[in-house]
């Protein structure tokens, strides 16, 4: 099998057809006639974070709170390290979005009085099983939109300093498209897959964050040569054991502590409660001896088991049919908890791409929205509608200057060559399962997985590193029979950029700000002189070069500079 090329021309391209990407299809459609292609790995209607569907959003400025009390929440549960402007521009939004959502067909719970009914001070209760085939249906009903279900792009299309377009291959014929934008929007999603997860073999898919999110954006942003930020922030999901199902139902939703196995409330006694600090605390009383952990959810009201029955059931059903299978609901017994593997998103912490207030990246043409734009955690589902919107509209003044660009034939002819090796090499040792197994071996045991406790140190890193870099060289002589495992060897790749940059990124940080999420034992402490900083990064002549930024305030411009 061989590739042949395909030329396709539009003014915006959209990678990535999941929150984000569809609320900037729907933006543009509803505010230009410019033509846009959403190119979507999987299919539009059940792809991306939301395609099991959702049960609140947790971004939502309810009375009593405000966008600077949101700033005030995300940039002490990220112990001082954030983008003001980035996450102050997303709350001013943030109720904008969710009518939108509303009038779309999304079913937000209401209480008597006709208000949403809240889950805390940021969150609102939905009935959200359906909420990506409502923006699917919005997106297909918008003029100028062309969605391209299976097409995995794997690079950008990179002339004179800009990004000019993308290349990508379809998963059903053998096309490699060449598609020229005026502007690019990237929505890809994070990192999931690069650490051994908590379950092996047939059930590994069964993990907090979509197991298709394998880091695409994030490593086309790498070797294009963008500014990337943040990765050494990662996020570690407090979970249901096994099912790996959310915590948070169950935490806000009813009010159930942390407790371990000899009933003790702990999670207070490791400080301040903060999204770290829950995961933490959690190893923490493991390593003494006291678990398992739990929820503390034995003796909960009859309406309140069923009210949590029927929530799981909207996003994330396994839970529930556990609890029926074993005739043993939370109200009979406290529900056992346990950390994932560590994931590289943009949405729940600040991993990703470095981006001005307009969502730009460090390359012009290059805007970036959702969980792989950098800077501005929690942000979740109505976040990344905002980033999206605010991406879209940025790009729509962008390209009122711009023309197409077509790469030289010459380029597209070695680009070409380099997928269609990949399909011609000789059968090697290994297969890539076998080179993922052994990444996510390498990033769990030298990288601070599951096994190390989340902890790493500096001589573990340089090992990882060096073993990293065996595996990309590995990665390129793979064969592929089929566009599938075409696929399954670029998802390998990426993902073995981005575990390069996150280890430089471990690496530069020396001291602990983020317990678990970014456990340094050689520097077990928290340092404000030195590193309240950002430590950003550049991929240049085959190694990732650390950057440190200062800090960005609510009310400062950014503006990328060199």
């Known amino acids: 099998m061989k590739l042949i090329t395909k030329n396709l021309k539009t003014d915006i391209l959209i990678i990535g057809g999941g929150t984000a990407g569809c609320y900037a299809g729907i933006t543009i459609a509803e505010n230009s006639s410019a033509k846009v292609i959403i190119a979507e790995k999987a299919n539009i209607k059940r792809s991306g974070c939301l395609a099991a569907g959702v049960n609140a959003l947790n971004a939502y400025i309810v009375k009593g709170q405000t966008p600077e009390t949101y700033l005030a929440y995300a940039k002490n549960d990220a112990e001082g390290v954030v983008r003001e402007d980035l996450v102050y521009t997303i709350a001013q939004r943030l109720n904008q979005v969710t009518k939108k959502a509303e009038d779309l067909g999304l079913v937000i719970l209401k209480d008597e009085a006709g208000e949403y009914v809240s889950r805390g001070n940021r969150?609102?209760?939905?009935?959200?099983?359906?909420?990506?085939?409502?923006?699917?249906?919005?997106?297909?009903?918008?003029?100028n939109v062309t969605v391209i279900n299976r097409m995995n792009i794997i690079d950008y299309i990179v002339q004179d300093g800009k990004v000019v377009g993308a290349y990508g291959f379809s998963l059903d014929t053998a096309v490699l498209y060449v598609i020229s934008a005026k502007a690019v929007i990237c929505t890809t999603g994070g990192a999931a897959g690069l650490y051994k997860p908590n379950n092996p073999g047939f059930s590994k898919h069964k993990m907090w964050y979509s197991p298709f999110n394998t880091g695409a954006g994030y490593a086309m942003g790498i070797r294009a040569g963008a500014e990337m930020t943040t990765f050494e922030m990662r996020f570690i999901a407090l979970r249901c054991k096994d099912t790996i199902a959310p915590t948070g139902t169950i935490a806000q939703g009813i009010g159930a502590q942390q407790v371990n196995s000899r009933g003790e409330e702990y999670e207070k006694s490791y400080g301040f409660p903060k999204t770290s600090t829950r995961m933490y605390s959690t190893v923490m009383e493991n390593k003494k001896g006291k678990g398992p952990c739990y929820l503390k959810t034995q003796g909960i009201k009859q309406e309140q088991e069923q009210d949590l029955y029927k929530a799981y059931?909207?996003?994330?059903?396994?839970?529930?049919?556990?609890?029926?299978?074993?005739?043993?609901?939370?109200?009979?017994?406290?529900?056992?908890?346990?950390?994932?593997?560590?994931?590289?998103?943009?949405?729940?912490?600040?991993?990703?791409?470095?981006?001005?207030?307009?969502?730009?990246?460090?390359?012009?043409?290059?805007?970036?929205?959702?969980?792989?734009?950098?800077?501005?955690?929690?942000?979740?589902?109505?976040?990344?509608?905002?980033?999206?919107?605010?991406?879209?509209?940025?790009?729509?003044?962008?390209?009122?200057?711009?023309?197409?660009?077509?790469?030289?034939?010459?380029?597209?002819?070695?680009?070409?060559?380099?997928?269609?090796?990949?399909?011609?090499?000789?059968?090697?040792?290994?297969?890539?399962?076998?080179?993922?197994?052994?990444?996510?071996?390498?990033?769990?045991?030298?990288?601070?997985?599951?096994?190390?406790?989340?902890?790493?140190?500096?001589?573990?890193?340089?090992?990882?590193?060096?073993?990293?870099?065996?595996?990309?060289?590995?990665?390129?002589?793979?064969?592929?029979?089929?566009?599938?495992?075409?696929?399954?060897?670029?998802?390998?790749?990426?993902?073995?950029?981005?575990?390069?940059?996150?280890?430089?990124?471990?690496?530069?940080?020396?001291?602990?700000?983020?317990?678990?999420?970014?456990?340094?034992?050689?520097?077990?402490?928290?340092?404000?002189?030195?590193?309240?900083?950002?430590?950003?990064?550049?991929y240049s002549d085959g190694e990732v070069k650390i950057i440190l930024r200062d800090l960005v305030k609510k009310d400062d411009i950014y503006e990328h500079k060199d």
């Open 123 to 143: 969150n609102i209760k939905i009935n959200g099983e359906n909420i990506k085939p409502i923006l699917a249906e919005a997106v297909d009903k918008s003029p």
């Open 313 to 538: 059931l909207n996003m994330s059903p396994a839970q529930t049919l556990s609890w029926l299978e074993n005739r043993k609901g939370p109200a009979t017994e406290n529900v056992e908890i346990e950390g994932t593997e560590p994931y590289i998103v943009g949405g729940h912490t600040a991993s990703g791409y470095w981006v001005d207030t307009q969502r730009a990246t460090t390359i012009p043409g290059l805007y970036a929205a959702g969980d792989v734009a950098g800077g501005s955690p929690q942000k979740y589902v109505t976040g990344c509608f905002v980033e999206g919107e605010i991406a879209a509209l940025a790009a729509l003044r962008y390209i009122e200057s711009q023309e197409n660009s077509i790469p030289e034939p010459q380029e597209v002819a070695q680009r070409t060559a380099v997928v269609n090796a990949l399909l011609e090499n000789e059968e090697g040792f290994y297969t890539v399962e076998e080179i993922e197994e052994a990444m996510q071996k390498v990033m769990d045991e030298y990288a601070g997985g599951i096994s190390s406790g989340y902890v790493f140190n500096l001589n573990k890193l340089q090992v990882a590193k060096r073993r990293i870099k065996d595996l990309l060289k590995i990665s390129y002589q793979l064969k592929a029979h089929d566009l599938h495992e075409l696929m399954l060897i670029y998802e390998v790749i990426d993902r073995l950029y981005v575990c390069e940059t996150l280890i430089q990124h471990l690496s530069a940080r020396k001291e602990t700000r983020w317990h678990s999420f970014q456990e340094n034992a050689d520097y077990p402490t928290r340092d404000d002189e030195n590193w309240l900083r950002f430590v950003n990064s550049r």
